[in-house]
């Protein structure tokens, strides 16, 4: 199973907890203790849950959780998923507009 995260084009995250450089393929801070929504952990989607969070101009990369240790690193949550840690992988594309047929062009565009 793949992975996602959306970013503002600034690179700040959607609740602007955090802002990442673009450039930057490592490892991301790990998260210590329990994972909690909304407060302890980075979140992350599958592509199923993209269209549900996706904005125009919000940038759409893939990610790569740490998926050892199963749910001590990776829960999921109602809409999303919790990791410890992840990386980016790859750049799909900027949303032009939010909505499944949108998300669905970016990846047809990204093949």
Known sequence: MKFYKLFHKSGRTLCAYGKVDFLDREWKAGINGALEECWRGYHILSKE???????????????????????ENLLEVSDKYITRTYKLVRKIGVLRTGGVAEVERLFRKGK
Do not use: S, Y
């Open 49 to 71: 849950q993209i269209a549900d969070w996706a904005q125009k101009d919000l940038v759409l990369w893939e990610v790569l959780p740490d998926r050892r240790g199963g749910k």
